[in-house]
């Protein structure tokens, strides 16, 4: 259970889930914030930005944003979870693009520290074809996720264990959106 009653059921309402209806006015904009960087009309895919999220998110050890994430990637991608798993392990030899995996060294260095982006990762990420908005839009969604991450975690939210759970979750979330999961 979480370090604070956030007056809910954790199994109804787990993860972030919790703190954003125990703190509405916080929740709602961090929720505006997901919606915009993960579905609103930025310059990567949907799919990719989930990713990253995820990698970061797994970075972090935060399970349950890394699940719920990963299962959100997964749901997008041709290649499901297996592709997310092959991130996560070993982004060197994981079958994405250049730029992506280029983008996605760029969130890990952010995930360490934001002064760890040096000018090499991103000439790597121009020459592989990132624009400059795609740079900014992978640096801010990671900086979020890491955020987002120790929020969950600093308040030791519930997170279920049943990949299920976050595949259903997933689905709910492509059909409508962040704004009404909570």
Known sequence: MAHIDLGVDETEFPGIRGPMKYRPVTGKPMLELAETLL???LSLPTADRELIAAY???LNDCTYCCSAHSAFAA???DE???LVDQVRADLDNA????????LLHIAGAVQRSGREVTPGLVEVARNEGATDEEIHDTVLIAAAFCMVNRYVDG?????PTDPKFYDETAQRVISVGYRNTV
């Open 95 to 102: 079958p994405v693009s250049a730029k992506l995996r280029a």
């Open 75 to 77: 749901a997008l991608l």
């Open 39 to 41: 579905r609103g009309p």
């Open 56 to 58: 970061v998110s797994g």
């Open 155 to 159: 308040l030791g939210t519930f997170a």
């Open 80 to 82: 499901g979870m297996t």
